[in-house]
């Protein structure tokens, strides 16, 4: 089992940065990529980024490309998504996930959650 706890999240005005991170402990050492996503009221959970194991491959959704940054420290067990420029369509519950795969693409792909952390961005 791996436990994933996130926090940064809050109530920022657009245009505004804020700084994710994710606690991962328990079998770490059987993660291998991990990522961010965020689920919207009524919308489908949205893979935002994910990184490999080593923090040489990076994927974004194109929405957020330019303006969000996700990185690891595999020494502290811990992920960050730093958000930049925020927009109101930001807004959403962001959650961190560990994959067993290197290359996940999906959220089936993803093996444990966090609970998540909200973000909302005012006009």
């Known amino acids: 089992q791996v436990q994933l706890v996130e926090s940064g999240g809050g109530l920022v005005q657009a245009g505004a940065s804020l700084r994710l991170s994710c606690a991962a402990s328990g079998r770490t050492f059987s993660t291998n990529a991990m990522g961010w996503f965020r689920q919207a009221p009524g919308k489908e959970r949205e893979l935002v980024a994910s990184v490999s194991l080593n923090g040489g491959l990076t994927y974004y959704t194109e929405s957020v490309k330019g303006r969000f940054a996700i990185s690891r420290d595999n020494a502290k067990n811990t992920l960050f998504l730093q958000m930049s420029s925020l927009k109101p369509e930001d807004t959403a519950l962001y959650y961190c996930?560990?994959?067993?795969?290197?290359?996940?693409?999906?959220?089936?792909?993803?093996?444990?959650w966090g609970q998540g952390t909200q973000v909302t961005v005012s006009s």
């Open positions: 996930a560990v994959s067993h795969y290197s290359y996940p693409s999906s959220p089936r792909d993803f093996d444990y």
